[in-house]
């Protein structure tokens, strides 16, 4: 199961080392043969790979890991339409391409989070009909929202200090 | 949420997908069993915050019981526009995206109160403000 994330992914302890963000020209393209899977083995198969990505001497530089890099400075220019568009990593995304209709599925949501793993970017189009599904969830909401916990609930706080 | 549940609170995560990944791996996917509150300040700063967006938004649809999200002053467009999201998001895909994104974020929750007794958001309040102010504050408007 993580050969199908780690495809396309190139992970190894040879990128870590390699300062080039460019891949050779004949370097496999991201295709893969996605086969249905269920959300539970999406969910293992992702935790597997965070783990791996997590032992990578590289791991905290994801951009780094990949040569289609999301990166772009601030202290640098923004690229042009047409570099952007010749390095689009729409391109890396193995995920789903359109939202099914209906309630969002866990293997769904595994999908999307998989490929931006891959450094993937979801098409345009799936991008702004989950942003309007957001929007009618939101406007439903109070400006405050009331939950409660089980008194046995364990609670985490990460965050900054800033 | 069961017995036994969990709720991770998380605050700025600022573009920076591994972060999250790295929360999810120590502390689990959210789930039924196991809430997650994200406090804000998703955007700017660092290089993924339209991946970290469309996740948190993609994790509260899955599950609208279990996944909160508040809005932090990085979801306001004068400092989002500034601070490096709206370049990251035009760069990835256009600038009407741009404004789609901006449009969810005017809709986020101000704050989050857990079990009556804890009143989590962003930027802490001023000492004259009550939470009947909050309730009804235009929060698509930047005050």
């Known amino acids: 199961m993580l050969n199908k994330l780690a495809k396309g992914f190139s992970i190894s302890s040879k990128k870590s080392s ?4 460019t891949p050779p020209a004949d370097a496999p393209r991201a295709a893969v043969t996605t086969t249905p899977a269920s959300a539970a083995d999406l969910h293992a198969e992702l935790l ?7 032992s990578e001497p590289g791991f905290g530089d994801i951009h780094s890991l990949i040569p289609t890099s999301l990166a772009h400075s601030f202290n640098e220019p923004i690229r042009s339409s047409s570099d952007s568009v010749a390095s689009r990593p729409e391109d890396n995304y193995l995920g789903p391409k359109v ?14 989070i998989a ?12 991008a702004a009909e989950l942003l309007e599904r957001q929007e009618r969830l939101l406007e439903k909401l109070p400006n405050v929202v009331h939950f409660k916990v089980p008194p046995t609930a364990r609670t985490l706080i990460a965050s900054n200090c800033l | ?37 994200f406090n804000g300040d998703f955007v700017d ?42 370049q990251e998001c035009t760069a990835k895909y256009d600038k009407d995206m741009y404004d789609a994104f901006s449009r969810v974020f005017a ?9 009556e ?12 403000m009550t939470m009947e102010k909050l309730m009804a504050a235009p929060r698509a408007q930047y005050v």
């Open chain 1, 115 to 126: 490929a931006f793993v891959r450094r993937g970017l979801p098409p345009r189009a799936m």
């Open chain 1, 48 to 54: 597997a790979f965070i783990e791996m990505l997590e």
């Open chain 2, 117 to 128: 007794k804890v009143l989590v958001l962003h930027g802490g309040v001023d000492e004259i």
């Open chain 1, 18 to 21: 390699s300062q080039s963000p």
């Open chain 1, 99 to 112: 939202l099914p209709p209906g309630d969002i599925s866990e293997s769904t949501v595994m999908d999307i």
């Open chain 2, 45 to 86: 700063r660092g290089d993924c915050g339209v991946e970290i967006s469309l996740t948190l938004f993609a994790l509260q649809q899955l599950y609208p019981q279990s996944v909160f999200l508040n809005r932090g002053n990085h979801e306001e467009r004068s400092v989002h526009s500034v601070y490096g999201f709206m």
């Open chain 2, 1 to 37: 949420m069961p017995e036994g549940a969990r709720l991770s609170i998380v605050g700025d995560l600022h573009g920076q997908f591994v972060d999250l990944m790295h929360i999810f791996r120590r502390h689990g996917f959210p789930s039924p069993e196991r809430c997650y509150l």
């Open chain 2, 107 to 115: 809709q986020l929750p101000i704050a989050t109160v857990v079990n």
